[in-house]
């Protein structure tokens, strides 16, 4: 193969959610690429090839070199002509479907089992141009993983980590949406005294309480714990002190969950949230203050990608653990309150995707 078929492979198997059975071919392929074609403008001419490498090889933390205002100023000149492309082909064709997909929320912040769930179907009903192997060994793939899921699921229930991470949450969710003040009042003093007493903080004194005011941090340390075969104690002196890829994804948790929630929590009388603390100190529009917010989770992915690249620290297992939170939040706040609201049915209709509806096999259309 080229290297440009090579990565296009790599991003098939990557979307169909295969990638994880094949990390040592791809590693030493991207080696490869890398080491070949580093500073080299040898695909300059190829804007497809150039953009899929740039993003194939920092997704598995070669940092190429490349100015990120370049970058900024790229995606702003695509985001708008592929939007007039999209707006043009309204027809429900396969790349007006992927594009589409892509100007919503881009892949490095979407969860990858949803991702390889959504693009498997994609697949099936588009009848798209795709190595029949590839398409049937994606669709046993995921029905394997998810009879494992399963089984993973019932002895979770039964772990203390799982219990830990439950006592958080409904700690975490009664508070935000049940408590009272009259029920929560020794939980809620240093609030009332923030918001009752006109006394509210600035958005950078929200951002450093905020990230911490949520189950993110102690349950990324918890899983640290989980899945180091020998931690020591100079690593739990660095987990105490929550170095910055747990910042970072805790930041994305706390201000993606403000931009869906804040019309329920002002209407509980609760505390401010990032928006309304904006708003106040800049005199800014609830837009405006929007607008904000989602430049920062912006720039907070950015220092999270710099992260995975950069800290040697932790493992890769650990890393991803981190990402996956950030994209879950992303996920669950996506416009709506997915996670404290019960009624909400796409993040229902998600986990039975992803836990209980197996994939048929043959396309949507066909007897199965």
Request: glycine share 4%.
């Amino acid at each position: 193969m080229d290297p440009l078929a090579k990565l296009e492979q790599i991003d098939m198997l990557q979307r169909l959610g295969l990638s994880y059975h094949f990390e040592e071919e791809i590693n030493n392929l991207l080696k490869g690429i890398h080491s070949s074609d580093f500073g080299k403008d040898t695909w300059k001419d190829n804007l497809h090839a150039t953009s899929l490498k740039f993003r194939l090889l920092r997704q598995h933390e070669y940092w190429v070199p490349q100015g990120e205002t370049i970058l900024e100023e790229a995606r702003n000149f695509t985001s708008k002509h592929l939007k007039d492309f999209v707006s043009n082909n309204k027809e429900e064709n396969y790349l007006s479907t992927l594009v589409g997909h892509a100007l919503e929320v881009p892949v490095q912040w979407r969860v990858p089992r949803v991702e390889a769930r959504w693009f498997i179907d994609l697949c099936r009903n588009k009848h798209i141009d795709l190595n029949p192997t590839f398409l049937e060994l994606a669709i046993l793939d995921f029905n394997i993983v998810q009879s494992t899921h399963q089984q993973e699921l019932k002895e979770l229930y039964r772990d203390i980590s799982t219990k830990i991470f439950l006592l958080l949450t409904v700690v975490d969710d009664t508070y935000d949406s049940y408590g009272t003040l009259d029920e929560l009042e020794r939980f809620t003093h240093a609030f009332q005294r923030w918001y009752y007493g006109g006394n509210t903080p600035t958005f950078e004194e929200y951002l450093e309480n905020g990230w911490l005011s949520i189950a993110a941090p102690i349950v990324l340390v918890i899983a640290y714990v989980c899945v180091t075969n020998h931690v020591t104690e100079e690593a739990m002196k660095v987990m105490e002190q929550y170095p910055s890829i747990i910042r970072q994804a805790s930041i994305i948790g706390r201000l993606t969950n403000d931009l869906s929630t804040l019309p329920f929590e002002l209407e509980k009388g609760n505390v401010p949230t990032s928006i309304h603390c904006y708003m106040n100190e800049f005199g800014a529009s609830d837009a405006e203050a929007r607008q904000h917010i989602k430049f920062v989770i912006d720039e907070t992915w950015k220092q999270m990608n710099k992260d995975r690249v950069e800290n040697s620290t932790f493992s890769h297992t650990f890393m991803d653990i981190c990402t996956n939170l950030a994209r879950m939040t992303m996920w669950f706040y996506d416009g709506r309150d997915g996670f404290g609201i019960q009624y909400q049915c796409k993040t229902k209709d998600c986990a039975s995707l992803l836990l209980l509806n197996s994939i048929p096999f043959g396309h949507e259309d066909q007897d199965d």
